[in-house]
């Protein structure tokens, strides 16, 4: 399982892309994303990124794009235990930027509720709160969430803002924390 944002297969074109595996069972991560969610979720969409890809079919860019984006959202997922606050790098940039954790979570969902339709929503390494509409690769996420309608709605219908509630729930702060270095 890669921890960190691959550059070589960010800034170029490669042969083939594969799907990171889960490093989770796809039921481990009840309450915040269903079993149906995860499988459907991995099996379909994130695995079909690749596979089309590789195949040369639809469009190459944005397959290449969704197979990286997955490549990241789905390793940074764990299952919930306990109070999961972040730690070390990330709370350092967070309390840095933000002040604190909980002003941190309420501009990320503000930046997310301003996305009509879907896309992605993330902490940058440099801690800006950045978006991106549809499928983009970019080398500077230090933490993403799924905006899309296949990461929330078999769960919380059209509740995105409890989807994003719950999320901080099941992130691994470990895996931020690497992607900043530490």
């Known amino acids: 399982m890669r921890e960190y944002i691959d550059l070589v297969e960010a800034t170029t074109r490669p042969a083939t892309l594969e799907t990171n595996p889960l490093p989770y069972k796809t039921d481990e991560l009840n309450p915040v994303m269903s079993r149906e969610t995860i499988d459907y979720h991995y099996e379909h969409l994130a ?90 690769v970019r080398t500077d996420i230090a933490l993403l969430v799924d905006w899309w309608e296949h990461a929330w709605a078999l769960d919380y219908q059209s509740d995105k803002e409890k989807y994003l509630d719950n999320i901080w729930k099941i992130i691994n702060w470990d895996v931020v924390n690497n992607r900043l270095g530490e």
């Not at 390793?75 to 002003?103: C, H, M, W």
């Not at 990320?108 to 549809?134: C, H, P, R």
């Open 47 to 136: 695995k079909g990124y690749a596979k089309r890809y590789n195949a040369d079919e639809g469009n190459k860019d944005f397959n290449r794009a969704g197979s990286f984006l997955h490549n990241i959202f789905i390793p940074q997922l764990q299952p919930p235990a306990g109070a999961n606050k972040p730690t070390g790098a990330s709370l350092r940039l967070i309390e840095e930027k933000f002040d604190d954790y909980d002003n941190f979570k309420e501009l990320f969902k503000a930046e997310a509720m301003k996305i009509q339709g879907s896309g992605w929503v993330y902490l940058s390494t440099g801690g800006d709160i950045k978006t991106i509409k549809n499928h983009a």
